[in-house]
């Protein structure tokens, strides 16, 4: 889990205020908590305030009675929020930091994961490394049979699409679709698999990218749907959030050339994922299979680079719209981050194992 799980309520609290206002003192703090909190004792706000310094979310400054606290996260992009509350309010109430796509995100993608994270993401990737190395390459193809499956499956039903795991499994093995669906769905499903197999038969060629390359992708995903191929020339809105993406499309091409650097620039390839699947989703540059083409870039770069790819399978697809559109309100990508390193963890161990483990 992120490192937002190992903070209280308060705590969560204290870091949106200070998110909020800039800085603020004990008063301060005390305050703005105790209207949610009620009275609460001088010496819980002095301990949640030494736990976050400790944990070097905050810093301090001044002494005595001017000391004063502010976050160490600099710009939105790491910035903590409280995903409860925020989305208690719906689409039309929510106070967006950016409702136009915001050319600035660019500056912020430098350093996603901390170095605790990375050394743990690291240390998951040695061992799946270890583990792929002594397997048969029957077994391996096994494997990624199974993955496929269930990353077509998840994928396919955070986008909406009702088939079962089991149907899943059925449609890509036996070719035989689920009574009671559409066909797209079945489509959906299958052209996940056929964007997969380029994927793994390509596998190098995903160390570095290009839009072309993203465009090969998104062909595969949207096949057969009725939708039309590379980067649109009109308007999308999205379903859930006042968020609207780039109109032009000669933007468009800009906004993915710079995401396209800032990706080939990572020297690891967490954070090339990462930032793949996040702003391929929040430039939109298809008319439909953003989200679905984000996921399988991230794929793609991961297995490039000799890391575990994702299924998605036991995410929670609530949870991810959430850690998509707070990206699209207010750039923040912590949330989404938390969801990155839970899933990679799953993977390594889920996937990919020695009999006799």
């Known amino acids: 889990m992120g490192d937002t799980n190992k903070i209280n309520k308060r705590q969560l609290q204290i870091l949106e205020f200070i998110r909020k206002s800039g800085n603020a003192n004990n008063q301060e703090i005390k305050n703005y908590l105790e209207k949610d909190f009620g009275d609460i004792s001088r010496i819980t706000i002095i301990r949640d305030i030494n736990s976050l310094l400790k944990k070097r979310s905050i810093v301090k400054s001044g002494k005595g009675r001017n000391v004063r606290y502010e976050g160490l996260i600099k710009g939105p992009i790491l ?30 993608f430098k350093e996603i994961f901390t170095e605790e994270e990375l050394e743990n993401l690291k240390m998951l990737n040695d061992d799946y490394q270890k583990r792929v190395q002594k397997l048969p390459p029957a077994i391996i193809k096994k494997e990624f049979e199974r993955l496929t499956i269930e990353l077509s499956w998840k994928s396919s039903q955070i986008e ?88 032009n499309e000669h933007q468009i091409q800009e906004a993915l050339e710079k995401m396209i650097k800032i990706i080939n620039n990572f020297k690891e390839p967490f954070s090339k994922s990462l930032a793949a699947i996040l702003m391929l989703s929040y430039i939109q540059p298809f008319e439909d299979g953003n989200k679905r083409t984000a996921r399988l870039l991230g794929d793609a770069l991961l297995l490039a680079h000799g890391a575990c790819p994702l299924s998605f399978r036991s995410v929670n697809e609530t949870d991810y719209k959430k850690a998509i559109i707070l990206f699209y309100e207010q750039n923040g990508a912590r949330f989404f981050k938390e969801l990155f390193i839970q899933q990679f963890e799953f993977a390594v161990n889920n996937y990919f194992l020695l009999e006799n483990k």
Not at 219 to 231: M, P
């Open 79 to 108: 910035a903590y929020f409280d995903v409860e509350e925020y989305f208690k309010k719906g689409p039309d109430e929510r106070k967006l930091a950016f409702e136009r796509f915001n050319f600035g995100i660019f500056d912020q």
């Open 160 to 247: 909406g699409n009702t088939y079962s795991l089991i149907d899943t499994e059925i449609l890509i093995k036996e070719h035989k679709e689920a009574e009671g669906h559409k066909k797209e769905e079945a489509i959906m499903i299958l052209n996940h698999k056929k964007a997969l197999d380029y994927i793994l038969d390509k596998k190098s060629d995903f160390k570095k990218i290009d839009i072309r390359k993203i465009e090969n992708i998104q062909n595969f995903i949207v096949d057969n749907l009725g939708i039309s191929k590379g980067v649109r020339k009109k308007l999308v809105g999205i379903v859930g959030t006042r968020y609207r993406p780039l109109d």
